[in-house]
Every structure is written in C-alpha cells, then in structure tokens.
C-alpha cells in the first residue's frame, strides 16, 4: 500500500475529523480513500487520463491500464491510440510475462469453434 502525504485547508480537516469522530470513518485514511476510490468511480473520464498518463510515461503495463481504466486491454488498446500513445507490445520483464499468462488463462473459447478447425485441418 502506497503512502502519501499532502495539505488542504483546515476546514476539510475539521470535517474529516468530524466524521471520524461521528463513526462514519475509521480515521483519516479510510476517509481519505473513501473519498479518492468514489471521485473516480464518479469521474470515469479522469480514471482513463491517469491510466493513460501512467502508461504513456512508463510507469505501468497494459495490463495495469486496463485495470486502471476499469476497461479490456482491447478497450485499453483502442484508448490509447486515441490518445495518440504508441504501443509498447512484448514482454518487458518477469512481472510482465506472469500477467500475460494470467489474462490468457482468463479468455474463454467456444468449443464448437475449436472443433471445426479440427475438422477442416483433417
């Protein structure tokens, strides 16, 4: 879990102390989070700039963009060309292979499709 430290005015600090001390929080953070995790569940939009920052700069994989965006890699894919980012396609390290195999573990084939390959092969 990452840890930051940032200001804001002292007025959103008395009401993030209030609510904990109402109950509605277990303390600062979990306010803090609280509110982060539902400004982007509201702002899709912004969820898809920081994704799409955090690739451009090599920060992350496709696959972390995707998840980011809450979006497929195909999805992904598409919005980054959109954005005018070039792809970065192949393996770049360990991490990266394991979470290629963890998506391609994920995809479903329809068998009746299967079968006629094997069919039109004999």
């Given amino acids: 879990m990452a840890r930051i430290t940032g200001s804001y ?5 008395l009401l993030i102390e209030g609510a904990v ?5 277990g303390g600062k ?5 609280e509110f982060v995790r539902e400004y982007f569940e ?6 898809i700039a920081a994704a799409v920052a955090l690739y451009e700069r090599e920060r992350i994989t496709l696959g972390d963009a995707a998840r980011l ?6 999805t992904m894919r598409d919005i ?8 970065r396609l192949g393996l770049v390290d360990e991490d990266d292979a394991a979470d290629e195999v963890e998506a391609a573990s994920e ?3 329809d068998d ?11």
């Fill in 69 to 74: 965006a809450d979006v497929d890699r195909w």
């Fill in 21 to 25: 001390e109402a109950g509605v929080f």
């Fill in 107 to 109: 995809l479903e084939f």
């Fill in 29 to 33: 953070s979990d306010a803090l989070r």
């Fill in 80 to 87: 980054l060309r959109e954005h005018g980012v070039e792809l």
């Fill in 42 to 47: 509201d702002n899709e939009n912004e969820r």
């Fill in 112 to 122: 009746e499709d299967s079968n006629d390959g094997e069919s039109r092969a004999k």
């Fill in 9 to 13: 005015p002292d007025d959103l600090d």
